[in-house]
């Protein structure tokens, strides 16, 4: 396994990775040329939804090369559940793969240089989505903070629910049956994040925080000032 997620890691980040720049470079020096300006104020998210055209198109073999890379950190992790170096390598790739033109692949200072793209496709949605799964998984927390379980209470109820389905009439759960219902309890109500002491998987969530909240900031400021509610407007006009 150490020597597959070697030449698995090698590939992306020699081969794919600056693929994946290249091809986002070719789309911003598009995206500068469709709207008549060589610094750029780029493409609004209103523009690019109409401007089918000027979508940003994945390339279908660095698509599959990618999913290769994929896959081969779930079959090691299936194996190896707490390894959380993979976790670590496999969150940095769909981050990139999640990235917005204008977003760092590999988490340096954005590029505004062309504008903002803000149009979120399907793909950016499946990274993020695989993404936050991880995170609940490994760090027992959703993106916005909470819990992946609410409370103990509700942890403990669905640890209980399980036993108890399991006693027969004399109160006395069988081994066979303890073993079918566990399975079926999700692994946080046991484990509560399986990677907790991981600083670099919590660095790696607050970077994808941050970068939620920054998507958050560009949609909102992208909306015509029409839309905006002028109440909540500071004095200075913020």
Same mark, same amino acid.
């Given at each position: 396994?150490?020597?597959?997620?070697?030449?698995?890691?090698?590939?992306?980040?020699?081969?794919?990775?600056?693929?994946?720049?290249?091809?986002?470079?070719?789309? =911003? @020096?598009?995206? *500068? $040329? #469709?709207?008549?300006?060589?610094?750029?104020?780029?493409?609004?998210?209103? %523009? &690019? !939804?109409? +401007?089918?055209?000027?979508?940003?198109?994945?390339?279908?073999?660095?698509?599959?090369?990618?999913?290769?890379?994929?896959?081969?950190?779930?079959?090691?992790?299936?194996?190896?559940?707490?390894?959380?170096?993979?976790?670590?390598?496999?969150?940095?790739?769909?981050?990139?793969?999640?990235?917005?033109?204008?977003?760092?692949?590999?988490?340096?200072?954005?590029?505004?240089?062309?504008?903002?793209?803000?149009?979120?496709?399907?793909?950016?949605?499946?990274?993020?989505?695989?993404?936050?799964?991880?995170?609940?998984?490994?760090?027992?927390? =959703? @993106?916005?903070? *909470? $819990? #992946?379980?609410?409370?103990?209470?509700?942890?403990?109820?669905?640890?209980? %629910? &399980? !036993?108890? +389905?399991?006693?027969?009439?004399?109160?006395?759960?069988?081994?066979?049956?303890?073993?079918?219902?566990?399975?079926?309890?999700?692994?946080?109500?046991?484990?509560?994040?399986?990677?907790?002491?991981?600083?670099?998987?919590?660095?790696?969530?607050?970077?994808?925080?941050?970068?939620?909240?920054?998507?958050?900031?560009?949609?909102?400021?992208?909306?015509?000032?029409?839309?905006?509610?002028?109440?909540?407007?500071?004095?200075?006009?913020?």
């Amino acid at each position: 396994w150490e020597a597959i997620m070697t030449e698995c890691m090698s590939l992306y980040r020699t081969q794919l990775l600056p693929k994946m720049e290249e091809e986002r470079s070719s789309f =911003k @020096m598009m995206s *500068a $040329s #469709a709207t008549g300006t060589g610094t750029g104020t780029g493409m609004s998210a209103s %523009t &690019a !939804s109409s +401007a089918g055209g000027m979508m940003m198109r994945r390339n279908d073999e660095l698509e599959r090369k990618l999913d290769w890379v994929e896959s081969c950190h779930g079959h090691l992790l299936h194996y190896f559940p707490y390894t959380a170096c993979y976790y670590q390598s496999v969150i940095e790739v769909l981050l990139a793969r999640g990235a917005l033109p204008f977003e760092s692949l590999t988490g340096g200072e954005d590029d505004f240089g062309f504008g903002v793209h803000v149009q979120i496709m399907d793909w950016h949605k499946i990274a993020d989505a695989k993404i936050e799964r991880i995170f609940e998984h490994v760090l027992g927390v =959703k @993106m916005d903070g *909470a $819990s #992946a379980f609410s409370s103990r209470e509700e942890k403990d109820n669905i640890i209980n %629910t &399980a !036993s108890d +389905a399991d006693t027969n009439g004399s109160g006395n759960a069988s081994i066979e049956k303890d073993a079918v219902s566990f399975t079926s309890i999700p692994p946080q109500a046991l484990l509560g994040g399986m990677c907790t002491s991981s600083i670099d998987l919590w660095l790696l969530y607050i970077r994808k925080r941050s970068r939620d909240a920054k998507r958050q900031a560009l949609l909102y400021h992208s909306e015509p000032t029409s839309t905006i509610d002028k109440t909540k407007l500071t004095p200075e006009g913020e």
